[in-house]
């Protein structure tokens, strides 16, 4: 590929220093990511201008007509302090007619909303637990004569396990009830319970617009996590790295699924990018019961892209390196054909 000058959209708080080195690890793993994609591109040998945004469109738009990016490397996850709003922004660099990385807006849309999502994959007959929301300010009455306890209980809009923890899962009205106002109140959002799915949890990567490829299925695993707790990605599990070598996190290559799934979920995988529009690069969670029937609990465009994280890390097992990835990803937003492109 030829140099292209990348201008890297980030939250302004996790713009990286120039080193890791000599910082704490509570520190770096904030902008671990920003870091390693500002690092990746630049040794690709792309000029590349990072820049910090808060809640100021005029920063993005002066950036781009100072610098003429031929792409913005988005990793922007929010605006204003709300999730919704990432496809926003991407809409406005659609109006500003600038090729960006990864998902497209009404991907984010559809991919963003745990409700409208699951409506738009039964549609497909594509298998997701069953579920009820409480918008803002509605209380649970009673349960739905549809759902069954146990349930668990999520934002109905935010990611990054927002919100989620092991009083997440609810057993009975009491607990339901509480847990919906707890999302209202402290993640300030509608709130969505869903059937509780036992079973391993795989995730899978996928790359691609309109010819897709998918990496090999990834698992979360424990190795002492406390008596009684469920194996659920909490916002610990996700992001705390003391905690994830307490109960021994694991994330690797899902092994001995057998050949049906094997053939199943990469299948799958795809579907649900088609069904929900999605392009660049996404993660699908799943989780298999003990029948081996998949369930998709959410997809994920734009996903983690830490160098060694799970995006990655799988990519990295079928000879794509990180700074390859990333010039896929790139190359990949500078082929998507928005509307504007006519
Ligand atoms: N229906 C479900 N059944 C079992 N576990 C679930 C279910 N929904 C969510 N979880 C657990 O909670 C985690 C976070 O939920 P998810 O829907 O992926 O939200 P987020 O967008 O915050 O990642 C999942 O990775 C999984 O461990
Ligand atoms: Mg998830």
Same mark, same amino acid.
């Given at each position: 590929?030829?140099?292209?000058?990348? *201008?890297?959209?980030?939250?302004?708080?996790?713009?990286?220093?120039?080193?890791?080195?000599?910082?704490?690890?509570?520190?770096?793993?904030?902008?671990?990511?920003?870091?390693?994609?500002?690092?990746?591109?630049?040794?690709?040998?792309?000029?590349?201008?990072?820049?910090?945004?808060?809640?100021?469109?005029?920063?993005?738009?002066?950036?781009?007509?100072?610098?003429?990016?031929?792409?913005?490397?988005?990793?922007?996850?929010?605006?204003?302090?709300?999730?919704?709003?990432?496809? +926003?922004?991407?809409?406005?660099?659609?109006?500003?007619?600038?090729?960006?990385?990864?998902?497209?807006?009404?991907?984010?849309?559809?991919?963003?909303?745990?409700? *409208?999502?699951?409506?738009?994959?039964?549609?497909?007959?594509?298998?997701?637990?069953?579920?009820?929301?409480?918008?803002?300010?509605?209380?649970?009455?009673?349960?739905?004569?549809?759902?069954?306890?146990?349930?668990?209980?999520?934002?109905?809009?935010?990611?990054?396990?927002?919100?989620?923890?092991?009083?997440?899962?609810?057993?009975?009205?009491?607990?339901?009830?509480?847990?919906?106002?707890?999302?209202? /109140?402290?993640?300030?959002?509608?709130?969505?319970?869903?059937?509780?799915?036992?079973?391993?949890?795989?995730?899978?990567?996928?790359?691609?617009?309109?010819? *897709?490829?998918?990496?090999?299925?990834?698992?979360?695993?424990?190795?002492?996590?406390?008596?009684?707790?469920?194996?659920? +990605?909490?916002?610990?599990?996700?992001?705390?790295?003391?905690?994830?070598?307490?109960?021994?996190?694991?994330?690797? /290559?899902?092994?001995?699924?057998?050949?049906?799934?094997?053939? /199943?979920?990469?299948?799958? +995988?795809?579907?649900?990018?088609?069904?929900?529009?999605?392009?660049?690069?996404?993660?699908?969670?799943?989780?298999?019961?003990?029948?081996? /029937?998949?369930?998709?609990?959410?997809?994920?465009?734009?996903?983690?892209?830490?160098?060694?994280?799970?995006? +990655?890390?799988?990519?990295?097992?079928?000879?794509?390196?990180?700074?390859?990835? *990333?010039?896929?990803?790139?190359?990949?937003?500078?082929?998507?054909?928005?509307?504007?492109?006519?």
């Amino acid at each position: 590929m030829r140099r292209l000058r990348i *201008l890297v959209l980030m939250h302004a708080e996790l713009v990286p220093p120039d080193s890791l080195e000599g910082l704490p690890e509570e520190e770096w793993n904030r902008w671990k990511m920003e870091f390693d994609v500002l690092a990746g591109l630049e040794s690709l040998g792309h000029e590349v201008i990072g820049l910090g945004v808060e809640d100021d469109l005029r920063v993005i738009r002066n950036a781009i007509e100072a610098h003429q990016p031929h792409l913005v490397f988005n990793l922007l996850m929010h605006f204003h302090d709300a999730g919704v709003y990432d496809s +926003a922004v991407v809409s406005y660099l659609e109006l500003l007619r600038v090729p960006y990385t990864g998902c497209n807006p009404r991907g984010l849309l559809l991919a963003g909303d745990k409700a *409208l999502s699951k409506k738009v994959l039964a549609y497909h007959r594509i298998n997701a637990p069953r579920f009820a929301l409480w918008r803002r300010g509605k209380q649970v009455q009673r349960l739905p004569s549809r759902l069954r306890f146990p349930l668990i209980v999520k934002s109905a809009s935010e990611h990054a396990s927002t919100g989620i923890s092991q009083a997440s899962i609810v057993r009975d009205l009491d607990q339901l009830a509480e847990r919906v106002a707890f999302v209202h /109140r402290s993640v300030g959002t509608d709130a969505i319970a869903e059937e509780y799915i036992e079973g391993r949890e795989v995730t899978i990567s996928v790359l691609g617009n309109e010819r *897709l490829t998918v990496f090999p299925p990834w698992e979360l695993s424990f190795d002492s996590l406390p008596r009684g707790a469920e194996p659920i +990605a909490t916002a610990r599990v996700k992001w705390d790295r003391k905690y994830q070598r307490k109960v021994g996190v694991h994330t690797g /290559r899902a092994e001995d699924l057998g050949p049906e799934l094997e053939q /199943r979920l990469p299948r799958l +995988a795809r579907r649900i990018f088609r069904a929900l529009d999605l392009s660049g690069y996404a993660r699908i969670d799943l989780r298999i019961d003990a029948e081996g /029937r998949p369930w998709v609990l959410e997809a994920n465009p734009n996903p983690d892209l830490c160098f060694g994280e799970d995006f +990655a890390e799988s990519a990295e097992t079928t000879g794509i390196p990180y700074a390859t990835l *990333l010039q896929r990803i790139c190359g990949l937003g500078l082929g998507y054909r928005a509307p504007w492109k006519g």
